[in-house]
């Protein structure tokens, strides 16, 4: 089995997070560290769960669940904080990045991420494609998260390019959801990456 474009994409669209980027452990070790100062644990499955939402739902849900009196701003902040501090760990998902950088010039590319574009430019220069997209998409720049379909419909207005031609790979649950709503191509990248709670 290869991950291959399909026939009728015009434009490719690529969430960052557990596709392009092997990131989660770095996430899940930004995460523990923050809840070990808070006196508190951290349950990797909110992962899995909202894989694709942008940081302040974790932090909300952390802070509802751990029955923390910190702010959820300032738990992404010293999430951020901690993750920038590692972001020399993250390491690329080959068999993705590979078809990203053998697509790259002949077809349309953009990333659609719920990463902040803070988070998105840092990962992206470090595994140095941060110049190999058209358009970047972050959870700054929609209102709605995955998985409305916002991120990747602002994909395909940017690239100009119908919906319905537009290939997304990705990893996360939410992200296969608002691909589906958007009515593009899906592709799910977990056979051709580790899975980072299983590897």
């Known amino acids: ?11 490719l669209i690529f969430d960052l997070d557990g596709t392009l980027s092997d990131s989660l452990p770095v996430h899940i070790a930004s995460w523990r560290s923050v809840c070990a100062k808070l006196n508190c644990t951290f349950d990797e499955r909110i992962l899995v769960e909202l894989t694709g939402a942008p940081t302040i739902s974790f932090a909300e849900r952390i802070k509802r669940e751990q029955n923390l009196e910190i702010g959820a701003d300032e738990l992404v902040e010293m999430k951020q904080q901690e993750f ?17 950088k053998n697509a790259h010039g002949k077809i349309p590319m953009a990333v659609g991420t719920g990463a902040s574009r803070t988070s998105a430019m840092m990962q ?17 720049d929609v209102d709605r998260h995955k998985p409305e379909p916002d ?29 589906q709503t958007a009515g593009m191509l899906l592709t799910d990248v977990r056979p051709f990456v580790a899975d980072p709670f299983t590897a």
Do not use: S, W
Request: hydrophobic share 45%; net charge negative; glycine share 4%.
């Open 124 to 140: 992206m220069k470090e595994l140095d494609i941060d110049q190999l997209f058209d358009f970047i998409v972050t959870a700054d």
């Open 151 to 179: 991120t990747f419909l602002k994909c395909a207005e940017m690239m100009n390019v119908e919906p319905q031609y537009c290939q997304v790979f990705e990893d996360g649950e939410l992200g296969m959801q608002a691909a």
């Open 84 to 100: 920038r501090q590692n972001i020399n760990r993250i390491k690329p998902h080959g068999a993705v990045i590979e078809l990203m």
């Open 1 to 11: 089995m290869k991950l291959e474009i399909h026939p009728n994409a015009k434009a």
